[in-house]
């Protein structure tokens, strides 16, 4: 695993054409790259998810090829408005689409509130512990106006906080991709078993 690069889904689980989720998404998405890791960017915004179904929705056009990307990750970079103290229905559909595909992996949550989007971070790291996922020690929160303008990150803390992201991300990501496929590829017992081919 030491030689492969961190595969990361990036998603920006906003519909909204000016939304600054996407612009954090996208820079930590670029912080990511300039680091070596393969970041894949999920914009719904451009590529839509029909809502989740389960009757149809594992049979839908295109189903297949995100499956495909998501099975690849190694990490989730989830971004998400605070809506109502809520994660947004397009993240929530999203996640609704998956469940093995997450298994081992890491959820690392980026939420654009104004208050702080403490409910919001523990929803995704439910959605994590449901999945038998990790999920990171923190969520980076930001507002818009203070610390996004124009689509770009503008404040220092945050670009301070999105350095530190970055590093986690890339390093405890790394670690536990490591241990993921030792645990597939092994014989010891743990949670990863029932993942094994």
């Given at each position: 695993?030491?030689?492969?690069?961190?595969?990361?889904?990036?998603?920006?689980?906003?519909?909204?054409?000016?939304?600054?989720?996407?612009?954090?998404?996208?820079?930590?998405?670029?912080?990511?790259?300039?680091?070596?890791?393969?970041?894949?960017?999920?914009?719904?915004?451009?590529?839509?998810?029909?809502?989740?179904?389960?009757?149809?929705?594992?049979?839908?056009p295109g189903f297949d090829a995100l499956?495909?990307?998501?099975?690849?990750?190694?990490?989730?970079?989830?971004?998400?408005?605070?809506?109502?103290?809520?994660?947004?229905?397009?993240?929530?559909?999203?996640?609704?689409?998956?469940?093995?595909?997450?298994?081992?992996?890491?959820?690392?949550?980026?939420?654009?509130?104004?208050?702080?989007?403490?409910?919001?971070?523990?929803?995704?790291?439910?959605?994590?512990?449901?999945?038998?996922?990790?999920?990171?020690?923190?969520?980076?929160?930001?507002?818009?106006?203070?610390?996004?303008?124009?689509?770009?990150?503008?404040?220092?803390?945050?670009?301070?906080?999105?350095?530190?992201?970055?590093?986690?991300?890339?390093?405890?990501?790394?670690?536990?991709?490591?241990?993921?496929?030792?645990?597939?590829?092994?014989?010891?017992?743990?949670?990863?078993?029932?993942?094994?081919?």
């Amino acid at each position: 695993m030491s030689d492969q690069p961190l595969q990361v889904l990036a998603v920006a689980g906003s519909l909204h054409r000016r939304s600054v989720t996407r612009a954090v998404v996208l820079h930590v998405a670029k912080r990511l790259k300039a680091e070596g890791c393969i970041v894949d960017v999920l914009d719904f915004e451009t590529e839509p998810l029909p809502l989740y179904n389960p009757d149809t929705a594992y049979h839908a056009p295109g189903f297949d090829a995100l499956q495909t990307r998501v099975e690849r990750a190694d990490v989730y970079v989830l971004g998400t408005p605070d809506y109502h103290g809520c994660i947004s229905s397009a993240m929530k559909n999203f996640l609704d689409h998956f469940w093995g595909e997450f298994a081992g992996k890491l959820f690392a949550t980026i939420v654009a509130s104004h208050e702080k989007g403490l409910t919001v971070t523990d929803q995704l790291r439910t959605v994590a512990r449901q999945c038998y996922a990790w999920s990171m020690p923190y969520g980076v929160s930001f507002a818009d106006e203070e610390d996004v303008r124009d689509g770009q990150v503008s404040s220092e803390a945050l670009k301070k906080r999105l350095e530190m992201f970055v590093r986690d991300v890339r390093t405890y990501g790394a670690l536990l991709a490591r241990q993921r496929l030792l645990d597939l590829g092994g014989a010891e017992p743990g949670f990863m078993a029932r993942h094994r081919k």
